[in-house]
């Protein structure tokens, strides 16, 4: 594409990429002068024309002698937004957008809305688990990547035949003005608690940020609310988009009654419109049948049959580390989650308690992120006194803080139960899995289905909590095969 097709009276150059990092500009690229969280752009011109920069733009004074094309402009963010629209063809307006944000239950939700559309049609997904979509999978570092990274992808799911796309929103992205460039045909509002108070400061602000994503929905659009969640009705009072409820305890367009659990599956009756179906699904908890009723009221509201999809519902595989039943033939319970806020935490604490005989042990394997809010630590170890019964403290992405200074931060938080700190995270669920009786439910929170570990250096490679959970499972029920033939 010709500079001059972007920026009007401007040369024409040809553009082959575009970048906001001076470490991946390209030759004949335009590096935009944005300021991040951490890092402001500017800084980084001279290294972004050494790689092949042909056309700086930015807001603030730099030098501009080099000869390059300098294009100063009010709003970098703003303008960058524009042309990844122009430059990548405006794709999300080629595919059908849902955009799911909330503090807990995005990578779930997304999940499942592309698990049941590819059944129809492809579908692709972006989020926590990275860039899904045909062949595609590329590893992601946020949750909703850059603008210049989702717009390019989005991009590549039009060329490869891709028909729509569910995106995960964080509330980081919103406010970093990552999703302006997208257009969104749905978007889903999970619920609102504690998180992200290191980034945002408070909870208004953490929540204005969520809001804003509302706001900008155009008429047309579909802004679909937890209307159990008591900032559920409050995201949606500004938007222009139609709004459409979902819950259990009060009344919503889509409601979940008379709601079955067990061990492995659970069955509830959808109420909407005066019509009710039977749901039955392999997921387990009470927040799945949130995400199940949002997941469910996007598609029936952009035109999927209810009576087409949901005797698939049972046939759904569960999100990779969220609510993983790991199964290796043992008697006790263990469960892997990425559960890493209050609320995540306690309503997997919750399901454990129903699953767990009054007589049985739950036995907590968790830490807390390092360089990251500090404040929740405390609560968590409240939450583990509350529902455990057996604690071990251990590592999770420290980064360059130490591990055990994260745990003792944890035990202020515990009061009646002893705890015991181990921090190697592997170390710890050999020892937990070797402290498991028959009937006992063993909790691994906060890392899911993750293969590394974040240290001060970057990332370290890790065996992960499910593989670790198999192998010492497998460990264990061989030195008990062993330790009864020997008896014999």
């Not at 009010?74 to 937004?81: E, P, R």
């Not at 889509?254 to 019509?275: C, E, N």
């Not at 830490?367 to 509350?386: I, N, P, Q, T």
């Amino acid at each position: 594409m010709l500079l001059s097709e972007i920026f009007q009276g401007a040369p024409d150059i040809e553009i082959k990429g575009l970048a906001t990092d001076s470490r991946k500009v390209k030759e004949d690229s335009i590096f935009f002068c944005v300021k991040g969280f951490k890092n402001d752009g500017h800084k980084f011109v001279n290294e972004a024309i050494a790689n092949g920069a042909k056309v700086i733009v930015y807001h603030d004074d730099i030098d501009t002698s080099k000869k390059v094309v300098y294009i100063k402009v009010d709003d970098v963010t703003k303008v960058l937004n524009q042309v990844v629209k122009k430059f990548y063809h405006d794709p999300s307006n080629n595919l059908e957008m849902f955009a799911v944000t909330g503090t807990n239950g995005k990578t779930t939700v997304a999940s499942l809305l592309k698990d049941i559309i590819d059944r129809k049609e492809p579908c692709g997904y972006i989020g926590t688990l990275g860039m899904r979509y045909q062949n595609v999978k590329v590893d992601v570092t946020l949750t909703t990547p850059s603008i210049i990274d989702l717009n390019s992808h989005l991009a590549d799911m039009v060329e490869k035949g891709v028909k729509a796309c569910a995106l995960e929103v964080s509330s980081i992205g919103i406010e970093q003005r990552r999703v302006d460039a997208l257009h969104f045909d749905v978007a889903i509002f999970t619920n609102f608690t504690y998180d992200h108070l290191d980034y945002h400061g408070t909870m208004d602000a953490y929540f204005k940020a969520k809001k804003k994503l509302f706001d900008q929905l155009p008429f047309g659009t579909i802004a679909i609310t937890n209307v159990d969640d008591e900032m559920g009705l409050k995201i949606t009072e500004d938007t222009k988009a139609r709004v459409v409820t979902y819950g259990i305890i009060n009344d919503a367009d889509y409601m979940a009654q008379d709601i079955k659990m067990d061990g492995d599956s659970t069955q509830f009756r959808l109420v909407h419109k005066d019509r009710s179906y039977l749901i039955n699904t392999n997921l387990v908890a009470m927040f799945n049948v949130y995400n199940l009723l949002a997941v469910i009221a996007a598609l029936d509201q952009r035109g999927y049959d209810i009576e087409s999809f949901i005797g698939k519902l049972k046939e759904l595989q569960a999100v990779p580390g969220r609510m993983h039943k790991i199964r290796e033939g043992q008697d006790f319970n263990v469960i892997v989650d990425f559960a890493h806020t209050p609320d995540g935490i306690q309503k997997v604490y919750e399901y454990a308690q129903k699953i767990t005989p009054t007589s049985k042990n739950i036995v907590s394997v968790f830490g807390s992120a390092g360089g990251r809010d500090k404040a929740k630590r405390k609560v968590f170890g409240e939450l583990a006194d509350h529902y455990s019964d057996k604690i071990i403290l251990t590592e999770d992405d420290p980064r360059d803080e130490s591990i055990t200074d994260i745990a003792n931060e944890i035990a202020k938080g515990i009061e009646h139960h002893e705890y015991i700190i181990v921090e190697s995270r592997e170390e710890a669920i050999n020892i937990a899995i070797n402290m498991m009786n028959k009937g006992d439910t063993l909790l691994v929170l906060g890392k899911g289905d993750e293969d590394f570990i974040y240290r001060s250096f970057g990332k370290e490679p890790y065996i992960g909590d499910d593989k670790a959970c198999k192998k010492y499972i497998k460990k264990l029920k061989e030195e008990r095969d062993n330790a009864t033939s020997e008896v014999y």
